[in-house]
């Protein structure tokens, strides 16, 4: 019997890939598909694919085509799926010609012809959402530059509402309700109290939502403006990129795993220079509204959001409210403290201690793609390295394009979530 197997993403199943895979049978008696794990997919740099690993191989087994589907997840897979199932035939469209060539060691390598004129990018294109800024956080620029990486979305314009930040040369509104009604979607990127007002604005005009955090300064706000999405069955992110970040969802699981037994302590800290000449006009955008929604991250994340108590220490300067503000959450069985600053600099490390062991992740922890768990006998210490390309905001649109069209949730970053963050800038403005 001749065997035959074949690889690929299979994301969106189209004309393409039935082709293929007939063409890749034809060539033998037996077909085995391999498809592409998410976190495969990632480390490859392929970051857009819509449809889950499942989904993917349910719809490559409702061709009837092949006669085995499995998942491939690691580099070097192939030459193992080859040699353990005897496969006389390794086939790939032409788009790879010459790129498996090291596989003639076990098999014969055999490139098809390529379907012209469709692929899974061009029908992941297909439905453009298009996005309005509204604000000039210097996140715009990273928003505008991670988009184009990002299949699906396309920056239209920017409404802004004040000066300081160089904006990219895009459509420059001078009214938000014409950036709204010209979108499909709007990152709100104003400052935090604005924030409610504009979110509210662009959800009753029935578009999709992605904000800086805090979405709101207060608890009800917040709550209204996830009933108001609800309604209108529209989606509004909170815009935490590390949450969306592959080291710090890795860490998440590491430690509901168990890794380090029960969790007693979370320390994090995050801090930034920068003092913008806006920032000392303002009641807020100072260390806790800049800082607070992040540092607090890991732990709502690992802790949840039902904690006990919460109380501040804030300094002030001359010039700002809110250079450094130290928060401590009481919960029953572990305590966290957040330090954020905007002009102090401290060691911006995370530290999760925990009844066997504890994690330590270096400066800046928000964006590190290494961490290591340490225990007392040091000789069990174990370091974790990950790709972090785009600091999470890249697979945060991805997501939000992915709920938008298929209308899945959130479950990187849901609402309740983004309320409690909203619930503790409420309070810690009444401990002001
Ligand atoms: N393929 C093909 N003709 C197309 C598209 C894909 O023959 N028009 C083949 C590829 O050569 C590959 C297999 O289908 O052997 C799986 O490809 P995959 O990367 O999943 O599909 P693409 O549509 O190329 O995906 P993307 O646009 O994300 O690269």
């Known amino acids: ?7 690929g993403t299979f994301d969106l199943l189209h004309e393409g890939h039935i082709n293929i895979l007939k063409r890749a049978k034809a060539l033998g008696d037996y077909l085995i598909v391999g498809v592409t794990t998410e976190n495969f997919d ?30 491939e997840e690691y580099v070097g897979q192939k030459i193992d799926d080859i040699k353990r199932n005897n496969v006389s035939i390794f086939a790939l469209g032409s788009d790879w010609e010459g790129k498996f060539d090291y596989l003639n060691e076990y098999c014969k390598v055999v490139y098809l012809p390529r379907t012209e004129g469709i692929s899974s990018s061009q029908l992941r294109a297909d439905k453009l959402v298009k996005v309005g800024i509204a604000g000039s956080d210097p996140t715009v620029l990273k928003l505008v530059k991670q988009a184009e990486t990002v299949n699906g979305i396309e920056i239209e314009g920017i409404y802004c509402d004040e000066t300081e930040v160089t904006l990219p040369s895009k459509n420059k509104y001078a009214d938000f309700d014409k950036l709204a009604a010209d979108c499909d979607a709007v990152y709100v990127a104003v400052r935090p109290e604005l924030r409610y007002g504009y979110i509210k604005k662009a959800l009753e005009s029935g578009k999709h939502v992605i904000s800086e955090s805090p979405v709101a300064m207060s608890e ?34 590491l430690i509901k795993s168990g890794l380090i037994g029960e969790v007693k302590n979370i320390d994090a800290t995050c801090t930034s220079l920068e003092v913008r000449e806006w920032l000392k006009k303002t009641k807020y955008y100072t260390s806790f509204t800049g800082w607070g929604s992040i540092a607090v991250l890991p732990v709502f994340k690992i802790l949840g959001t039902e904690y006990e108590s919460v109380s501040f220490l804030t300094l002030n300067s001359e010039e700002m409210n809110d250079i450094y503000t130290k928060a401590t959450f009481k919960y029953k069985n572990a305590l966290a403290t957040i330090n954020v600053g905007v002009g102090v600099k401290s060691e911006g490390d ?10 330590y992740v270096p400066a800046p922890w928000w964006k590190s793609g290494y961490f290591e768990v340490r225990f007392e006998n040091a000789s069990k210490n174990k370091p974790y390295y990950y790709e972090n390309e785009g600091e999470g905001l890249r697979m945060e649109l991805v997501q939000f394009v992915r709920s938008i069209t298929t209308n899945e949730s959130n479950f990187y970053f849901d609402s309740e979530l983004s309320t409690a963050i909203s619930k503790v800038m409420e309070e810690y403005e009444k401990s002001l």
């Open 1 to 7: 019997m001749i065997k035959v197997i074949t690889y």
């Open 42 to 71: 990632i480390t490859r740099g392929k970051i857009n694919v819509r449809q889950s690993l499942m989904e993917r191989m349910e719809a490559v087994r409702n061709t009837g085509i092949a006669d085995e589907v499995i998942p």
């Open 220 to 253: 009800k706000q917040a709550r209204e403006l996830y009933g108001l999405a609800a309604k209108k069955n529209l989606q509004l992110f909170d815009s935490v990129k590390t949450a969306y970040a592959l080291p710090f969802l890795r860490l998440i699981l």
């Open 350 to 359: 995370l530290r999760i201690s925990g009844t066997k062991g504890y994690i």
